[in-house]
T-cell receptor, first 114, second 115 residues
């Protein structure tokens, strides 16, 4: 499975933008980049995913490097509720069997200061 | 719309006891998953069911069995619990099939302690 590298932890101030980096130098052409987050004592929550182009949704934006070897999850205005562990995951694009299962790393623990 | 429901939320077992963790989803999803999460770690896949009637092993299947009872329900059984199985267990589902790239929906977890 293609692996990702994320910083163990990051800090942000409330109402400021947050850029969470992820390196995935061994990404293959069919791998989608997924982001999930896990709030304290809860199950993971889907945030966003993309393949090649930058993506936006109501929760966040995903910026993907042109060579696809890195990506950045952008929270435009951090709130205290955004304090969580953020997981960057590569998921194979081929359907069937074990392909496409989410493989979690340790993620980045984001702390948000008031 | 409840999403993914797991029962029980908490459980304490003695070594050697058996139990079944229940999971149900009401989103008409095809695929369902069981993960475990140990303290300070990411989630690890135990078993999954790509569609009703099929189950497959994940990364850490030893000591567990699963049953895909119907499209809605996917249970995880510990036949003889061991302290190493103390963990938080998460069930998840996704649309699957031709919608294979849809996001996963997770339950809120079952905290299991084996003493």
């Amino acid at each position: 499975d293609a692996k990702t590298t994320q910083p163990n932890s990051m800090e942000s101030n409330e109402e400021e933008p947050v850029h969470l980096p992820c390196n995935h130098s061994t990404i293959s052409g069919t791998d989608y980049i997924h982001w999930y987050r896990q709030l304290p004592s809860q199950g993971p929550e889907y945030v966003i995913h993309g393949l090649t182009s930058n993506v936006n949704n109501r929760m966040a934006s995903l910026a993907i490097a042109e060579d696809r070897k890195s990506s950045t999850l952008i929270l435009h205005r951090a709130t205290l509720r955004d304090a969580a562990v953020y997981y960057c995951i590569l998921r194979e694009g081929n359907y069937g069997g074990s392909q496409g299962n989410l493989i979690f790393g340790k993620g980045t623990k984001l702390s948000v200061k008031p | 719309n409840a999403g993914v429901t797991q029962t029980p939320k908490f459980q304490v077992l003695k070594t050697g006891q058996s139990m079944t963790l229940q999971c149900a989803q009401d989103m008409n999803h095809n695929s369902m998953y069981w993960y475990r999460q140990d303290p300070g770690m990411g989630l690890r896949l135990i078993y999954y069911s790509a569609s009703e009637g099929t189950t497959d092993k994940g990364e850490v299947p030893n000591g567990y069995n699963v049953s895909r009872l119907n499209k809605r329900e996917f249970s995880l059984r510990l036949e003889s619990a061991a302290p190493s199985q103390t963990s938080v267990y998460f069930c998840a589902s996704r649309k699957g099939g031709q919608g294979w790239n849809y996001g996963y929906t997770f339950g809120s977890g079952t905290r299991l302690t084996v003493v």
